[in-house]
């Protein structure tokens, strides 16, 4: 199955790749590392692209390599047990293990840390430090 891209498909595709691979931290981190870096910004550089440019590319390299349909498909040339094990332990980490209680974090930051109290009071039923530990202590009354 031959099939030459046309300019507009190529156009698709490189549109799709960037924006599947450029988010905020491309474009924040790059300048924060930068500053960081002081005198080894050249060797800063330099991990940058292999980690934000080189690996990314390596994967889609991969799967265009190999003829691929997918993750699955592509890790299920080791055995099926570990492609499915693969499979799911890499959708996890993304999204439920990193990227949900990054974006939960990120929206109770800008949204509600700005109006709740600094000091919260202390919960229901809390009578302060007790014994000779000097720890405090929950009873409910």
């Not at 960037?18 to 550089?45: D, E, R, T, Y």
């Amino acid at each position: 199955m031959k099939h030459k891209l046309s300019a507009k498909e190529y156009i698709y595709v490189a549109s799709m790749l960037f924006g599947l691979f450029f988010g905020a931290g491309n474009l924040i981190f790059p300048v924060h590392l930068g500053q960081m870096a002081g005198s080894n910004v050249w060797l800063a550089i330099l991990g940058l692209l292999i980690t934000a440019v080189g690996l990314p590319l390596l994967g889609v390299a991969a799967l265009g390599i190999s003829r691929s349909t997918g993750l699955f498909d592509l890790s299920s040339k080791v055995n099926r047990p570990y492609a499915m094990f693969f499979t799911c332990a890499l959708y996890l980490t993304i999204g439920p293990f990193f990227a949900i209680p990054r974006c939960a974090t990120t929206s109770f930051t800008v949204g509600l840390e700005q109006i709740l109290p600094q000091e919260a009071p202390p919960p229901r039923g809390w009578r302060g430090r007790r014994g000779s530990r000097g720890s405090g202590s929950y009873r409910p009354r």
